[in-house]
């Protein structure tokens, strides 16, 4: 089984910031691109950033600039630096990556249970 555990969500004023992190455990032989997600209510999931094993990294316009994504290969970790947080930034965070379990050939897609995150104004 692999798991993926998200933490660092809560309630945050406008302008400040907040770090999620994501543990991926379980029988891993290989972690790929890792990402993280967010769904506001009543909307779809969207992508926040994500990021290669190679440490490539991508954005969505409304992350450049104010959010880091970064992980640790050692730890099977990735993080979310989220800085000048805006109350529109406000949504439940899921962690996602693409994992080869020591147990199978394959890759899996895998997602956390979600963290949430309110920026109030």
């Known amino acids: 089984q692999v798991q993926l555990v998200e933490s660092g969500g809560g309630l945050v004023q406008a302008g400040g910031s907040l770090r999620l992190s994501c543990a991926a455990s379980?029988?891993?032989?290989?972690?790929?691109?890792m990402g993280w997600y967010r769904q506001a209510p009543g909307k779809q999931r969207e992508l926040v950033a994500g990021?290669?094993?190679?440490?490539?990294?991508n954005y969505a316009d409304s992350a450049k600039g104010r959010f880091t994504i970064s992980r640790d290969n050692a730890k099977n970790t990735v993080y979310l630096q989220m800085s000048s947080l805006k109350p529109e930034d406000t949504a439940v965070y899921y962690c996602?990556?693409?994992?080869?379990?020591?147990?199978?050939?394959?890759?899996?897609?895998?997602w956390g249970q979600g963290t949430q995150v309110t920026v109030s104004s």
């Open positions: 379980g029988n891993i032989f290989r972690i790929g691109a």
């Open positions: 990021i290669t094993r190679s440490d490539v990294t």
């Open positions: 996602n990556a693409d994992i080869r379990r020591t147990t199978s050939i394959g890759t899996y897609n895998y």
